[in-house]
């Protein structure tokens, strides 16, 4: 079974700085995709970014980037130019590319100082 | 668009109950997914609809816990005989189909089940 781990249970980060949330996975499959999720205190998941295994470039949207390292199965999440609107907790998250059901981290809490 | 929607937001109940938690998925996803979110176990899935397909029933719980799928949309979680352990938020997703880059799932917020 595939297992996803988020080691850093809290972060936090001052306004305007950069932060980044590691996440690592093991799985024995070879393709796969790999979500990061925000949740604020209302509690809907907010698809942040998103990954295909089989890609090398990293994801970048806006101020969010990753860092996949395949043969590492690292996946983490770097938040450039933190803003107060970001903080919130964040969920790594896998899914098998046959597969259907997302398999989660335990989450980071990201807090950011103004 | 609309997003994923749930209701109730929040449910009180008292042991022993049942209890039904519904979710209206985007217009035009046809994967629907079921998942837990409780203080100790994390995020749970609980059960996959993809169309007219036998529903992937593997992160139930116990037999308390079971999911319909009415015309293909709106779906309904119905716990019975509700325990506190059932304490959670549960959250609904929908995708636009199973399988592919393009599967990715959008969260509704989510209901909050407290059993007493």
């Known amino acids: 079974a595939q297992t996803v781990t988020q080691s850093q249970p809290e972060m936090s980060v001052q306004e305007a700085e950069t932060v980044t949330l590691s996440c690592t996975y093991d799985t024995s499959e070879s393709d796969y995709y790999l979500f990061w999720y925000k949740q604020p205190p209302s509690r809907q998941m907010i698809l942040v970014i998103r990954q295909e295994a089989y890609k090398q470039q990293n994801a970048t949207e806006n101020r969010f980037s990753v860092n996949f390292q395949k043969a590492a199965k690292s996946f983490s999440l770097k938040i450039s130019d933190s803003q107060l609107g970001d903080a919130a907790m964040y969920f790594c998250a896998y899914r098998g590319a046959a597969g259907n059901k997302l398999t989660f981290g335990g989450g980071t809490r990201v807090l950011v100082k103004p | 668009g609309a997003g994923v929607s749930q209701s109730p937001s929040n449910k009180v109940t008292e042991k022993g109950k049942d209890v039904e938690l519904r979710c209206d998925p985007i217009s035009g996803h046809t994967a629907l997914y079921w998942y837990r979110q409780s203080l100790g176990q994390g995020l749970e899935f609980l059960i996959y609809f993809q169309g007219n397909s036998a529903p992937d029933k593997s992160g139930l719980p116990s037999d308390r816990f079971s999911a319909e799928r009415t015309g293909g949309s709106v779906s309904t979680l119905t716990i019975q005989r509700t325990q506190q352990e059932d304490s959670a938020v549960y959250l609904c997703?929908?995708?636009?189909?199973?399988?592919?880059?393009?599967?990715?799932?959008?969260f509704g917020p989510g209901t909050r089940l407290t059993v007493l």
């Open positions: 997703a929908s995708s636009p189909q199973a399988g592919g880059f393009t599967d990715t799932q959008y």
